[in-house]
């Protein structure tokens, strides 16, 4: 079974802080995508990343694929109120059939 | 339709009550997922359909959950002999056959009381 394990759960930051977000698997993934989830609604896509040793930059948010497709990271550079929210990452399987397994999430709120 | 659309975005049932869920994907979107997602739990996979057919239904936990998606479009989401603990929101997505990003509904908060 293919699990991600995100890191930390919960993080509470000041406006203009950093900070990083990780999700672990032991297990290899085809490609592996980040959402991020605003209460009563679905998750909204934010980069796919497909090759391992990728970077991709959305604005404040870089994340990171690892050399292995193991691992990803997510950094926002400059915190704001409205990046609240949760985020999740989520990997394709390597089935085949197309399936994405979802982390357990990193709820983060950012304080003004 | 713009997005995708899931009916009804909140339902009340008892334990023991049968349910169906509603999902209308993004018109011309051959595959479509549904997941689960507990509170404050990453969204978990039950089942994708490509097409008409399920290509993976590894996910649904039990004989009581079954999905069907007859002409390739609507899916809905059937749970017989409904358990307290089967209360979650239940989200839906769809996506084209050779592009991986799929757009999620709003999904359908269930509670079973």
């Known amino acids: 079974t293919q699990l991600l394990e995100q890191s930390p759960q919960f993080l509470s930051i000041q406006e203009g802080e950093n900070l990083t977000v990780y999700c672990n698997s032991s297990s290899v993934f085809s490609s592996l995508q980040w959402y991020r989830q605003e209460p009563g609604e679905g998750p909204v896509l934010l980069v796919t990343?497909?090759?391992?040793?990728e970077v991709k930059k959305l604005k404040r948010l870089t994340f990171q694929f690892g050399d292995a497709r193991k691992d990803s990271s997510l950094h926002i550079t400059a915190a704001q109120p409205g990046d609240t929210g949760l985020y999740l990452c989520a990997g394709e399987s390597t089935s085949g059939t197309y399936k994405y397994i979802f982390g357990t999430g990193t709820r983060l709120k950012v304080l003004a | 339709g713009a997005g995708v659309s899931q009916t009804p975005s909140n339902k009340v049932t008892e334990k023991g009550k049968y349910v169906e869920l509603r999902c209308d994907p993004i018109s011309g979107h051959t595959a479509l997922y549904w997941y689960r997602q507990s509170l404050g739990q990453g969204p978990e996979f039950l089942i994708y359909f490509q097409g008409t057919g399920a290509a993976d239904d590894s996910g649904l936990p039990n004989d009581r959950f079954f999905a069907v998606r007859p002409e390739g479009s609507v899916s809905t989401l059937k749970i017989q002999r409904t358990e307290r603990g089967d209360s979650a929101v239940y989200l839906c997505a769809s996506s084209t056959w050779m592009n991986t990003e799929a757009f999620f509904g709003q999904g359908t908060r269930l509670t079973v009381v």
């Open positions: 990343v497909v090759t391992g040793g």
